[in-house]
DNA sequence: TGGACGATTGACT
DNA sequence: GTCAATCGTCCAA
């Protein structure tokens, strides 16, 4: 089983980790099935950034992105969504990486079946990515290097194969370019 | 302790 | 393009 026993990779800015997750892979164990993807579209959020959970401070919810690089924090929101992130950065300074979506690379079928649809939806924007891949708020917390979910680190894409935009759904700091996503991935979300 | 508001999605006009 | 669903979190009062 190839899984990372550190994050140092992460060990820095949002923005850096952000672009650093582009092309890395997930993988998630349940029922005895192997899910796999690809991450493709991501944002950087920290604790200077009034759109990020961790701008208020610490908190019981967002306790995880103060856990320092490598760890799964997981939020639930608009009632019925479960949306995660790579928490990033040093121990004590709140920041994370919200991954926005993910190619199927390994157990497409289960994912459709999750997901009740076929087609790129199965995995294009944060909340159905959460949903493909069985992830909730029992994760919350999770150390990235072991089962059931971790992370594998792929070589760092080429910086003309990252597009960069500002992020989606949130209101403040609306034009801070915080948004990355690989460039003409069919699996990158559209609104 | 009440109420506004979300790092969204899917259904509908 | 517009809008409802649905509830945990946070802050003002």
Redesign the pocket.
Known sequence: MSTNTTFEWLETSANVAAKRLLGCELVREVEGVRLRVKIVET?A?DQTDP????F??R????NT?FLGAGHL?V???????F?C?ISCGSEGFGS?V?I?AAEPLEGRDYMEQQ?N?EGV?IT??????C?ALGIDRQFDGHTLSSAPIWLVRQPALPEQAITTTT??????AASAPRRFYITNNAYV?R?
Request: glycine fraction near 14%; charged fraction near 20%.
């Open positions: 944002e959020y759109a990020s959970h961790t208020g401070g908190t019981a919810r967002n992105m924090y939020y639930f929101t608009y009632g019925m969504h949306c992130n994370g919200l926005r997901r649809v939806a294009n924007g944060p909340a159905k990515t949903q992020r989606i759904g949130i209101s403040k979300s609104r």
